[in-house]
């Protein structure tokens, strides 16, 4: 390739957790390979010859590369260091400068100006047998998966039928061609519900528990703005889904009510199914009548049946969850987002989570590689004060506490559960499969946890490509004393009216760490000039016009660095958490985990190089790239957990369908950082650090004025028990803290429904006058049944904002 200036450079030495090899370096059109001889393992006789090794890595892994030329009076040799997103570093040292910066710019030419995603491996990558005997792509069917889960067309008395409204993608880009909702809901009121949700990302069914009925579903934030619009349609498809499950009848099988349970008050149900419950701060809310759509009118059951024993999900206690901040949740109605007016909503509860944005995951992670940076050059421990400082474990701690809320009030409760966050492909497919996780067993073995990612992470939209930067990016490379540069265009350091505008971004940016360039120059590879909505861009000229293209794969992109955060991740390492707390619960073992993450960044399959279902069709995926479940399916024997015990016998304590997150127990993923369990969890593990007292947390617990204790912690400690997860919620006629724990009993502070929509009040006015000095206006559009079809013009101003907000 013309990127390629150098081949194959001799003498070079390469530096590995404090190790020195000798060898030879090859550039390969998609490989950096290292060819040295390994010393004999110790203790080997003095004939035995070193071994030939070698060391790959995928220019996609790379997410750093700094050259540091050497001067000639210096007398030191020239070096690249190298960080992957694996976790691993190196250091390669050159004879001279020229062969330094020729292997430079051929890895910098090979990552990040490629421009284009059919030039990665994944596109030319040809398994060998017997990997090429299995087919991934087919592993995956989403009307096999409904059926499983007991929904299919002559199965319709569940309440939930498969609608097509989707099949071409032009519903809402960003969700599968198959779409499950209540039967009662027709196509019709769909369309206009979709005028409600970001991006048209409706409330819809992810998960049917098969013995109770009760559901999990998932959606984007809906509109209301500052002016409170509200959509009936919306409103009439979510008491659809909480009267899917009227009148259910369970078999003798299923799990008996709680212990000490009352059938006439579902507070005390909440609060006794669990000594160890996490649903903080919760009051009670009856059914509102109110006069608004209720679920009487979607169901034809009767619910008070004194003949009958008393069903599952009778007294409910259905939960709409925002994964977000609840200060966040209501600045976003500045810019005609927002949450859910719980009065519209009868007969729930809202509660927030407080899961922090990608922005903030991001500088976590960030945190930890810079803690890790120098294990390239040296073996030495790594400092636990660095890892304490990133809040990693607290926030798995808080997304596994949110999980734990999820399958609780699912399976324990029997009442259903919708998920969102901003747009609902972040933290929604996190605490959305993680649920599932806990509730289901079939997703704790191998093939069901492929399944379930293929489900909630791919068909539902999660943005791969935007999150992980598979083209790299040119900030990611850095020449030592040439850091601050000029570009040919006058952008940079030194243009004022670029700094000038940055400034008055900053409103908006306070939480992102980024300089990305407002400017986006497309250089010789392209640029990208596209929303977050969707893989088109918005400009034309930012697609290379080619007989042969056929989708995403050739569009012309650069990465965001401003958009990467670790999700997946993230999610991972929740799984791991739950498979060490149970550790024979889980047919697949901590090594599929890892190599997950890796084939994430690796690129040499195809199944997470898009952004969702609509990209992959277009892209023809399947036909043009091979499936990362090959690689598992041929190797299947290595990935296996030889304790798993397959066995589910609710009345068999260890055996029970249901697991839980433990509080108290979060640790760290020491192999998935290429380091031992000494060192990041501590010679006596996390238990040393945990706090011993367990005691179920209920809304008399006292907090700090912020709500939230701020203990120290260790590398290997978690959050405190007593630290609630939920900072906030809503019912019909009250409502709980909003960023502050309130106690409704003292009767100190107006109506609390009051003081929560006059605080989102004063925030909206706020953020509202400062939208307005940039010229941003507030863009809402109610959605009713008398509103026309047309959706809204693009908002590219709320669109900036929503990215750093959400």
Known sequence: MEKIRVSKVEDVTMWRRGTRFEGNLHLMPHHIVFRYLAPPPPGSSPSTKPRPKETWITYPMISRCVLRPSPPASHQSPSIRLQCR??????????????????????????????????????????????????????????????????????????????????????????????????????????????????????????RHPINNCSITRSSQPQPGIRGNRNPQDERLVAAIWATNSGWKTSQGSTPNPAGSSPESSVVNINESSADSSFVGVVDAETVDSGETTVEDLTDSSETETDEPKIYG?????????????????????????????????????????????????????????????????????????????????????????????????????????????????????????????????????????????????????????????????????????RVERKPDGSGPGNAFENAIRGARGLFNRQNDSVESLTQTQESNGGELQTVSDGSPTDAAAVISSPTAVGAAEEHRVTKVNELSPVFHQFLDATYQ??????????????????????????????????????????????RTRSVWDYFLCRRSDFI?????????????????IIFPRKGEVRWWAEVFQRSDEDMNGPFGPQAAATPNLTPQTSNVSSPPNGRSTPTRSGASTPLPNEPIVTGTESADDATGAGTTVHPSLNILPSAAEWSQSLGSNVGRGLTAAVESLSVKDSSRAASVGRSGSKSPARDPRKSVEVEMQ
Request: aromatic share 12%; proline share 3%; charged share 25%.
């Open 86 to 207: 694996d976790f691993t570093f190196f250091t390669f040292l050159f004879v001279n400068d020229k062969k330094a910066r020729d292997v430079y710019d051929s890895i910098r030419g090979l990552s990040c100006k490629i421009g284009r995603l059919d030039k990665l491996l994944a596109f030319a990558y040809q398994p060998k047998p017997p990997e090429d005997q299995h087919n991934g792509w087919e592993l995956y069917d989403a009307r096999r998966e409904w059926k499983r889960l007991g929904i299919s067309p002559k199965d319709s008395e569940k309440g939930w039928r498969i609608s097509e409204i989707n099949k071409d993608y032009k519903y809402s880009k960003t969700y599968p061609a198959l779409l499950v909702v209540p039967s009662k809901i027709s196509d019709n009121v769909l369309n206009y519900a979709g005028q409600f949700r970001s991006r048209q990302r409706i409330p819809v069914l992810v998960y």
């Open 578 to 623: 739950l498979m060490y707390q149970y550790p024979n619960r889980f047919e697949f073992n901590e090594r599929f985990l890892r190599r997950l993450l890796y084939h994430l960044y690796s690129c040499q399959y195809g199944t997470f190089l898009f952004d969702n279902e609509k990209e992959r069709a277009e892209a023809r995926a399947a036909h």
């Open 641 to 657: 957990n030889k304790d798993y015990d397959s066995v589910v016998d609710d009345s068999v304590r260890g055996k029970e369908r």
């Open 314 to 482: 009778a007294q409910q206690r259905n939960l709409i969850v925002d994964a977000r901040p609840t200060v966040n949740a209501m600045a976003m109605q500045a810019v005609g987002l927002g949450s859910e007016k719980m009065e519209y909503y009868p007969n729930a509860e809202k509660a927030y989570l407080g899961i922090d944005n990608i922005h903030v995951m991001r500088k976590s992670l960030q945190t930890i590689i810079d803690a890790l940076k120098d294990s390239d050059i040296s073996n030495l421990p790594i400092s636990r004060k660095a890892l304490a400082s990133s809040h990693w474990i607290k926030h798995i701690d808080n997304i596994l506490r949110g999980t734990e809320l999820i399958a609780r009030t699912v399976g324990i409760m029997h009442s259903h559960v919708l998920i969102h966050c901003s747009d609902g492909w972040d933290r929604t497919s996190q605490l959305s499969a993680l649920s599932q996780v806990c509730l289901d067993p079939y997703y704790r073995t191998l093939e069901g946890f492929i399944v379930l990612i293929e489900k909630d992470w791919l068909s539902f939209g999660h943005m791969f490509r935007h999150r992980s930067g598979f083209l790299s990016s040119d900030k990611w490379f850095e020449v030592e004393n040439e």
